[in-house]
C-alpha cells in the first residue's frame, strides 16, 4: 500500500544520477498517502503526519548530515517501509501483511510518480507548485483528488495482478491482420481526417487514435505530423483508460469454436484451423506494456481484501480506511477531456510532458476509442521546457564552481535572455500573469549582466531555482489551472462532434463486437505451437523496441476455462510464470542476459539479445550491472530498456539496433538440447510477422 497526503515536503534533497551517465533532470520529491477519511480529511493529515514523522525527520538529518538517507527497513512486527527522495519530495511505501516485498514497494512509489508527472506535467518540477496540486485548499476537491490516484494505483496492481502485458510492461495487439489493417486506414482517412477538418474541433487537431479492446490495441493510427507515442506513455494512458471504464474479469469466456464462427475466416500466419490463433499468434501481438509479479501483493489493497495493510493504526484510521474504500466515484463524462502531458519528439529534439487532451469515447463494454490531440497553445509548452532546462543547466554549472564555464558560455546565455525577453513580453499580451516572472527576470538580469552585479557566481544558484519555480508557474497557468484531474479544459471537441466520431466507429465494428471481447480473452492459444514444440508450456515474446509483446492466453477465473483448464494446474502454472519474469528481472539487474534454471518437473529459460534491422545478432556485450537502490526494471516508470538500447548502440554506431527478450516455461522430461533448440526456432518464427509495422 501506498501511504502519502500530499502535505510533507523534505526541505532539503540532493541530486540523484541516473546509471551510465544519464542524469535525472527536473524530477522533484513528493510524499503522497492514498489513504484518509473522506468526511475529516484535515484531521486524518494530522493522524498520518504524526505516525509518519519520525521517519520523516530522521530521513531528512540523515539528508543533511551525509548526503543519503536509507530507502527500506522493516520493523518487528514485520511491516516493511519503502522510502525514495525524488527531488524535495519524499514517497513512502508501506506493507503490512507481508504479501509484498521492497521491490513490490519501489515500482508502486514509481508508477505513482509516472502516473502524477502524466497528470500535471512540467508542474512536477517545482516542489512547492506540485504541493498546492496535490493538497488543494477545498476540502471536496482534495478528497477527489486522492481518491482518483488511490484508484489509478489500485487499477495498476490489478492490471499488473492479471495481465501478461502489465508484467512485462509492453503492449499488447488483437492478432486480427485483415480487421487490424482496416481499422488503421478507417482510423485515417475517415475518423481523424473527419474531425481535424471539422469547424467544431476549438482548434484541437488529433494527433493519436487507437482502439482499445479490454487492454488490447485492436488499432493505432498516429497522424503525418505527430511524434512517436512512446510505450511508457501508452501504458499509462491504458491505465487511466481502465481505471475509467473497468474490464469485467468474471466476463464468461466462449470456446475457441465460437470465436471461429463469430466472423468470416481470414488468412493466417500459418493455415491452422483456428483463424484466431495462429495469425495471430506470430503477429507482432505486442503493444501492451506491464508489470506484474507485485500485483499479487496487491489484494489486501483492495475491496474487500483481508488483512489490513495499516495493522498499527487505531480504529479511526481504519475506519477511515474502510470509508474510502466504500466511497463510489461518479461516472466519468466522456464528452470532458483529460489533460494528459505526454513525450514528444520533434526534429529539434526531446520534449517531455507536453499537454495533450485525451477524450475516451466508450463503444461498448470493455471496448473503447481513444483519441489525443494537440491543443492550441501547446508551442509554449515546449519554450518553457526549453527555458527550464537552459536554467538547470546553469545552475549545474554554478553549483560545481564551474563559473568560467558559464561565463564563457556568453553566446548561448545572451541568447537565452533574447528568446525570455521575447517570451515575456508575448505573453503579456495574453491573460496569463506574468508580473512574477517579469520581476524575478529583471533581478536576474540586473545580478548577471550588469557590471556592478556578481554576475555569474554560486550567487545565481537561488535565483536559477526562483526562475525555474515561475516558468513552471507560466506553464501551471496555461495548462493546470482551468482542469481539474480528469476534467476537461473550457475549449475542447464539441460533444457533437464526439458524438458523430463515436457513432462512426460503432457503425464500423458493430458486427464485430462480440467476436473482438472473446478474442481478447483468447487473442492466441498454445494449440498453435503444440506440433512443432512439444513440451513447451508457455512462452512471452517482446520486442522492447517497439515495446510490444505476444504471448498466449492466461485467463484464470472461476468461469474461464484454458488449455490448462481452470484448476489448481491453471492457476500453479500462471504462478510459475510471474515468478519467472520476477527472476529474470533480478538476473538482469545483476548484468545476465540468459537465465535458466530447473524447477521441479518444469524448466524455465530466459533470453535477452539485440539484433540489427535485418535480423542479424549482434555480438553478446556485457550488460550494466545496475544497483539495489536503482529503479525496477521496465518500461512503464523507468524505461530500463531505452537506456539498455542507448548504452548498447554506443558500440554500434551507424546501425538499428533492436532489443528482443523471450521466456519459455517447458516440461523438465524434455532434453536440455532440444529445449535450447525449441528457444531458437520459436524466436525466428515469432521474429518474422513482428516485422510488419503497425504502431
Known amino acids: 500500500m501506498l501511504a502519502g497526503s500530499c502535505s510533507t515536503i523534505i526541505p532539503h534533497g540532493h ?36 505516525l509518519f514523522a519520525p521517519i520523516i525527520i530522521s530521513c531528512s538529518t540523515m539528508v543533511d548530515r551525509l548526503g543519503d538517507s536509507y530507502t527500506s527497513f522493516t520493523t518487528e512486527n514485520n511491516h516493511t517501509y519503502v522510502l525514495h527522495q525524488f527531488e524535495e519530495c519524499l514517497y513512502i511505501a508501506v506493507n503490512g501483511d507481508r504479501e509484498e516485498d521492497e521491490e513490490d514497494l519501489k515500482r508502486k512509489i514509481y508508477v505513482m510518480k509516472k502516473m502524477i508527472e502524466v497528470l500535471f506535467g512540467m508542474v512536477t518540477l517545482s516542489s512547492t507548485l506540485i504541493r498546492k496540486e496535490l493538497r488543494p485548499q477545498d476540502t471536496e476537491q482534495r478528497t477527489n483528488l486522492w481518491k482518483y490516484l488511490q484508484s489509478l494505483l489500485e487499477t495498476y496492481s490489478r492490471l499488473r495482478e492479471q495481465d501478461q502485458s502489465f508484467l512485462v510492461e509492453a503492449v499488447e495487439r488483437l492478432i486480427h491482420p485483415t480487421l487490424c489493417e482496416q481499422c488503421i486506414e478507417f482510423l485515417e482517412r ?136 466504500s466511497l463510489e466515484a461518479p461516472p466519468p463524462d466522456p464528452s470532458n477531456p483529460s489533460r494528459v502531458f505526454l513525450e514528444v519528439t520533434l526534429k529539434e529534439g526531446c520534449y517531455p510532458m507536453m499537454p495533450h487532451s485525451m477524450y475516451c469515447l466508450p463503444l461498448w463494454p470493455g471496448i473503447t476509442l481513444v483519441l489525443l490531440t494537440k491543443i492550441p497553445n501547446s508551442n509554449l509548452a515546449m519554450s518553457v521546457y526549453v527555458f527550464l532546462e537552459a536554467f538547470a543547466k546553469l545552475e549545474k554549472r554554478l553549483s560545481e564552481g564551474l563559473e568560467g564555464s558559464a561565463a564563457r558560455g556568453q553566446t548561448s546565455i545572451q541568447d537565452l535572455r533574447n528568446k525570455l525577453d521575447k517570451f515575456i513580453r508575448a505573453l503579456g499580451t495574453s491573460d ?39 516558468l513552471c508557474g507560466v506553464y501551471r497557468q496555461c495548462f493546470i489551472t482551468e482542469n481539474t484531474v480528469g476534467g476537461g479544459s473550457p475549449q475542447h471537441l464539441s460533444p457533437s462532434l464526439q458524438d458523430r466520431a463515436l457513432t462512426m466507429v460503432q457503425e464500423k465494428l458493430m458486427d464485430w463486437k462480440d467476436f473482438l471481447l472473446v478474442k481478447s480473452k483468447r487473442n492466441i492459444t498454445m494449440v498453435s505451437y503444440l506440433e512443432e514444440f512439444p513440451g513447451l508450456i508457455h512462452f512471452i515474446y517482446v520486442d522492447r523496441t517497439a515495446g510490444q509483446m505476444i504471448a498466449p492466453s492466461l485467463n484464470i477465473t472461476d468461469r474461464a476455462t484454458s488449455e490448462l483448464g481452470k484448476g489448481p494446474l491453471a492457476h500453479f502454472i500462471k504462478g510459475k510464470v510471474w515468478g519467472l519474469v520476477n527472476t529474470s528481472r533480478i538476473y538482469l539487474q545483476k548484468g545476465y542476459s540468459t537465465v535458466t534454471l530447473r524447477d521441479g518437473d518444469y524448466f524455465f529459460c530466459y533470453f535477452l539479445w539485440f539484433e540489427n534491422e535485418t535480423g542479424y545478432k549482434l ?28 548504452y548498447y548502440s554506443k558500440s554500434h554506431q551507424g546501425e538499428v539496433v533492436k532489443c528482443y527478450e523471450l521466456l519459455t516455461v517447458h516440461l523438465g522430461v524434455i532434453p536440455t538440447e532440444y529445449i535450447l533448440q525449441h528457444c531458437s526456432q520459436l524466436a525466428r518464427k515469432l521474429w518474422e510477422p513482428s516485422r510488419i509495422p503497425l504502431l
Open 190 to 325: 475517415r475518423l481523424v481526417q473527419q474531425i481535424n477538418s471539422s469547424v467544431e474541433r476549438a482548434g484541437e487537431e488529433v494527433l493519436h487514435a487507437f482502439i482499445l479492446v479490454h487492454t488490447k490495441l485492436l488499432a493505432f493510427y498516429s497522424s503525418r505530423n505527430a511524434s512517436t507515442l512512446t510505450s511508457s506513455d501508452l501504458l499509462a494512458l491504458i491505465v487511466m483508460v481502465q481505471n475509467m471504464y473497468p474490464s469485467n474479469i468474471d466476463l464468461e469466456d466462449t470456446a475457441p469454436e465460437d470465436v471461429e464462427n463469430t466472423s468470416a475466416p481470414d488468412i493466417f500466419y500459418t493455415p491452422e484451423p483456428s483463424p484466431t490463433n495462429r495469425d495471430s499468434g506470430t503477429d507482432r501481438d505486442s503493444v501492451n506494456s506491464g508489470r506484474h509479479e507485485e500485483s499479487r501483493h496487491e489484494e489486501s489493497y483492495h475491496v474487500g481484501s483481508g488483512t489490513p495493510v495499516f495493522q498499527f493504526l487505531d480504529p479511526d484510521i481504519q475506519m477511515a480506511e474502510d470509508s474510502l474504500r
Open 619 to 646: 555480438e553478446v556485450k556485457d550488460l550494466p550491472i545496475l544497483p539495489n537502490d536503482s529503479a525496477p526494471i521496465g518500461m512503464l516508470a523507468w524505461d530500463y530498456y531505452r537506456k539498455l538500447l542507448r
Open 15 to 50: 541530486s540523484r544520477a541516473e546509471n551510465w551517465g544519464y542524469e535525472e533532470r527536473f524530477q522533484w520529491r513528493i510524499w503522497l498517502s492514498v489513504s484518509f477519511h473522506p468526511s475529516q480529511p484535515p484531521a486524518f493529515e494530522d493522524s498520518i503526519n504524526t
Open 432 to 470: 496569463i500573469q506574468t508580473s512574477q516572472l517579469q520581476s524575478v527576470w529583471t533581478e536576474f538580469k540586473s545580478r548577471a549582466f550588469t557590471r556592478g552585479g556578481p554576475g555569474f557566481s554560486r550567487d545565481l544558484v537561488p535565483w536559477c531555482r526562483t526562475m525555474k519555480s515561475q
